[in-house]
Nanobody, 115 residues
Framework: QVQLVESGGGLVQPGESLRLSCVGS????????MGWYRQAPGKQRELVAQ???????YYVDSVKGRFTISRGSTKNTVYLQMNSLKPEDTADYYC?????????WGRGTRVTVSS
């Protein structure tokens, strides 16, 4: 059994920052790939940022220069530093982890950017 638990979402004003965290627990202690997806109301889920061992981090164009993905010292943790938040960043953010042919998901944390 693998669990991913996100935290750090909330309500912020445009221009402010948030840091999302995701911690994995269970039978897998190290995930080669971890990332963050988001789903805004009425829209499809999209990959926001992803980090894979030995590869440059990926960012969707709309967050480049504002968001930074990083791993913890143990490879079952991933963070998303979100700066200069915009109303269009409002969404439910989901942690994702890949291990061999399996994909794991957290339950999501809501980010609302509004004045």
């Amino acid at each position: 059994q693998v669990q991913l638990v996100e935290s750090g979402g909330g309500l912020v004003q445009p221009g402010e920052s948030l840091r999302l965290s995701c911690v994995g627990s269970g039978t897998i202690f190290s995930f080669p790939t971890m990332g963050w997806y988001r789903q805004a109301p009425g829209k499809q889920r999209e990959l926001v940022a992803q980090i894979t061992d030995g590869s440059p981090a990926y960012y969707v164009d709309s967050v480049k220069g504002r968001f930074t993905i990083s791993r913890g010292s143990t490879k079952n943790t991933v963070y998303l530093q979100m700066n200069s938040l915009k109303p269009e960043d409002t969404a439910d953010y989901y942690c994702n982890a890949g291990y061999k042919i399996s994909d794991y998901w957290g339950r999501g944390t809501r980010v609302t950017v509004s004045s």
